[in-house]
C-alpha cells in the first residue's frame, strides 16, 4: 500500500491554512504535520467536513459512506439557475447523453442554508472504485466549466478543464492546520509531514488567502498639502521603490524606497514636495519562488493608477487632483436608455478622411475629433444618432504613434490613450479627450466608451506586481487564456474588483462619460458587474451599462436579465442576416421584433440589437453576393437588403446600434479581421455621395425612431401581448405588425410590413382598416409626409408586397 503524502497546501487566511494528502486519512490520530517558516513550529490539525470539500470538488463521501456528488453555485462563475435542472455527465454515461435522462438529475437540496444540487448514484450506474471525469451540464446543454483552482481538476487540453472523482480522495483527505504564530506569506513557508520511516516537505501556496488581501486606501500617485504621496497595492513583494524623473526619459531617475504593511499589501512613501508634472515608475521585487510569480526588480512598472501616462510603457505623469476640477458644473444627461441610438466607431476611424483641414497630427486623435464634432457637415450629426459607442480609448498596447490599432489589450485603466494627444509629455490627453467628450455633448449625443477589463495588453505591467493575484492561473502557474488574448484577469479578487471600478468612477467623474461597453463581460463574471453597477449608479444614476456577455467560456445573456445591465444581442445579429436572405422564419423575427423578452431581456432596453460590430467581416462583407465576401460594389440586391435590415432594425423594441458606415454601405473588401488595418477601416465619406439614397434612408429610419411616432418602438417596460397583431402567412417568414393595436399607448399606431422572398407576399388585413393609415416609407424611399405609388398596393382586405420590400403605414 502507498504511503499517504501531502498533495497541496495552501493558505486560506493568515490564520489558517488547508492541507490534502494523497488519500483519505483513515486513522483516529490526524497526521503529524509541523510549519516551518525559518524555524520549525507545531501546527494544530482540524479534518474538513467533507462536505466542505465537495463544494469545491464537486462530490464527497458523506457520513453514511455513500457518495454524493455536489453542485455548490458559488464554485462555478456565472451560473444561472433560474429554469434550469442539472446533470452529472461524464466518461460513465457518455457525457451528452446524461442531459434529460431523470437517472443522472440532480436534486435541489439545503447545505449551510444555501440552495445546491446534489446526486446519489447507485453502484450500479457508477462504479465508485475508479477515478472517473466528470461535469455538470445544464438543460439547454450548457458545461459548466471547472476551475483550475479546484483541488480535482483535470488539464485536458488549452482551457479545457474536468473534475475527476478520485475513489482515494472523497473528502477525508483534507485537514485545516492553525499556526502558533502568523507566517509571512512571501513564499518560504513549508509543511512539515513526518513518518517514522521518512520526512516530507511541501511548499504552502497562498490559495484563497492571497485573494482575499485588500486595501481601502487611495492609491496612485497624488499631492497633498505641497507633498507627494505613493502607494501601490504589491501584497507578496519584498522590496518597492519609486523611481522619480524630472524629464520622461531621465537616464539616471532617483530610487526611493517604500514601506510595507503587511495588514493590507500596500506599499508607501511620501517626498516632501510638489511633483506636479513630473514622471515615475515602480520597481517591484520579490521571490521567484514558482511560475505562480513573476518578479523582476529590472523591470520599470507604469503604476495601474496613474491618471496619465507618456507612453504604454511608462512612465506615468504625477498630476495634481486640484488641476482635474469640471469645466461645467451641470453633467450631461444622457438620453434614457430606450431612447438610445447608438453608432459603434472608432477615433481615428472617424478622423482619416474627415473633408475638415487639420493636421496630420490631430487626425490622430482627440483634439481632431473635438473639431470634426463642430465641424458644419459632420458626419455623426448628420446620421442623427444620440450616442456613440468609442472602441477603446484608454491607455493600450500600440508600439508607437502611427500604429493603428483598435485597442482592445488595455495597458492603463485610468490614463486616456498617450497616442491619441497632441503632446503626451506633458499629460495633454486629459484635457483634451476632456474636450472632446463636451464636443459630442455640445452636439446632444451621449458618449459610451468601450472598456476591456477582461484582460491586459502588453507591456503587462499588473503581471510583474503580483502574477497569482492579479490573473487566473492553471494548476501549473500557466496563464489561462478564455480572453484568447494570452491572459485572463481575475476580476473577482478585492483589489482588482476595486482598480476597476475606482477606474470607472474616475472616467465618469474627471471626463463626464455617460456609459460603458464591456468587452468579454463574461470573464469578469455577473457578482463583479452587479458591484459595478451599484458603484456607478451611485456616482451617475443615468449610466449606461452594456455587456458583451460572452467569451470562450460562456454565456451570460440570461444571466443579466435580473440585472441593469444590457447586452450585445449576438443571436439578432446572426438571425436578421439570415431573414433578409430568406433564410429565416417568422417565430424568430416576430420574438425579435418584440425586444427578444423573456428569455433575453427583461425589459426591451436590455437587448442591444445590431447587425454589424467591429469584428469580423462588416456587413455587407457578409450579405453581398459577390465573390470573395467583397461588398465593395454592391450589388442591386446588396442594397435592398440592406435597407430591409435598416427597416427591421429600426423597428425592433430594444436598443439598435448601427456600426460606423453601414448607412454609406461600408466595406472592407472581404477581409475578415482587420484589428491593425487603419487603411482598411477608415471611413470613406464619398460613400454617401455613391450610395446617396441608402444614406438619406438610414437618416429618415434614425429620425423616424427618435420622433413621437418613434415613441411605440421606444418602450422601457415590456408591453402586453395585445400590443402586437401580427399577420403570418402560410410558408412564408415574411410578415406584418400592428404597433399599439390595443391603444396602451394613446390613439397613434403604425403598420410595418416586410418581405424577404422573390415572390409576392399577400397578407390578409382582416381587422386591420389600412386606408385609414397613411404610407410613409418603403425599401427605398421614407417621407414621414406620405408616399406615392411604389412597391405596396392595397386591394380589398389584402395587401400586396413585392418581391425583397417592406412597408410602413402610420395611423392617428
Known sequence: MKANKISRAHWESPKRGIVYLTKDWTQAKPPSLSLVSGQETSVRLEQVPPAHYGKQAGFFKDETGSITFLLWP???????LEGRDFYLAGDFNQWQEAIGNDRWKLKPA?????TCYTLQPSAKSFNYNRPKRFKFVSSQGEWLEASPDMPNCVHLAEDIYNLEFRPHQTGHHAFYFYPQKRASFIGREWLLYKHPKWEERCRITYGDFLRKMASNKQLGAFVQDGKTRFRVFAPRATQVQVLLLKIHDDPSPRYVDMQHDESDGVWETVCEENLDGQFYYYSIDGENADAFCHFNRDFRILDPYAIAAVSNKGPGIIYDFARLARYNNKPFQPPRWHDLVILETHVRDLLAHAPIDLTDAERQGFAGLTKWLQAKDCYLRELG???????????????SKDEYHWGYMTCNFFSPDSTYALDPIRGSQIEEFRDMIDAFHQADIAVILDVVYNHVGEPNHLLHIDKQYYFETDADGSLTNWSGCGNDLKCQDPMTKRL?????IHLVKVYDVDGFRFDLAELIGVDVLKDIEKALKAVKPSIILIAEPWSFRGHIGQALRHTGWASWNDSYRDFLLDYVKASGNFDGMRYFL???????????????????????????????TNPDHNGHHPTLQDRRRTH????????????????????MLRSKHGINNTYQRGDINALDYERQQNFPQTYQYFRDWIRFRLSDWGYLLRLEYCPRDEYFQFIQLEDSSALAVLYNANFERGHKRIFFAVNPHYETAVFPLKTIELANFRQVADHERFNINGLEGGLCKIEGNHLYLHAVACGLWVCE
Open 74 to 80: 458559488d464554485s462555478f462563475p456565472n451560473l444561472e
Open 110 to 114: 439545503k447545505l449551510d442554508g444555501r
Open 385 to 399: 444618432i444620440n450616442a456613440v459607442e468609442l472602441q477603446p480609448i484608454q491607455e493600450f498596447d500600440n508600439s
Open 500 to 504: 476597476i471600478i475606482d477606474s470607472l
Open 594 to 624: 418584440q425586444g427578444s423578452p423573456f428569455f433575453f431581456a427583461r425589459f426591451p432596453a436590455q437587448t442591444i440589437n445590431y447587425t454589424e460590430s467591429h469584428d469580423d467581416r462588416c456587413w455587407l462583407d457578409r450579405l453581398t
Open 644 to 663: 430591409l435590415m435598416c427597416a427591421l432594425l429600426m423597428t425592433s423594441l430594444g436598443v439598435p446600434m448601427l456600426a460606423e458606415g453601414q448607412d
